[in-house]
């Protein structure tokens, strides 16, 4: 079983940074694709961003040029810097790892956005 655990959340005022962090219990590069989800109260889970293992990336319309993944393999540790923080990126953020075979989730980490 793979455990990810989130980390970095946190409080910050709008146009602030927070660097989110999720720590792998298996090398990374296992694993097909590596992403950020979020989900803000009385919403559904949406993909933010994500990183293929070739190190390709794509984002959410709403997060590009703010939002930033990457890796290093070396800690089994993907990242998520987040600039130019806007109240609506308040939502709890959940690492993903994704096979062909096995889809894995962490605990989530919150990240709240004020005015």
């Known amino acids: 079983q793979v455990k990810l655990v989130e980390s970095g959340g946190g409080l910050v005022q709008a146009g602030g940074s927070l660097r989110l962090s999720c720590a792998a219990s298996r090398a990374i590069f296992s694993f097909n694709f590596m992403a950020w989800y979020r989900q803000a109260p009385g919403k559904q889970r949406e993909m933010v961003a994500i990183m293929a293992r070739g190190g390709s990336t794509n984002y959410d319309d709403s997060v590009k040029g703010r939002f930033t993944i990457s890796r290093d393999n070396a800690k089994n540790t993907v990242y998520l810097q987040m600039n130019s923080l806007k109240p609506e990126d308040t939502a709890v953020y959940y690492c993903?790892?994704?096979?062909?075979?096995?889809?894995?989730w962490g605990q989530g980490t919150q990240v709240t956005v004020s005015l």
């Open positions: 993903n790892a994704y096979t062909a075979i096995d889809n894995y």
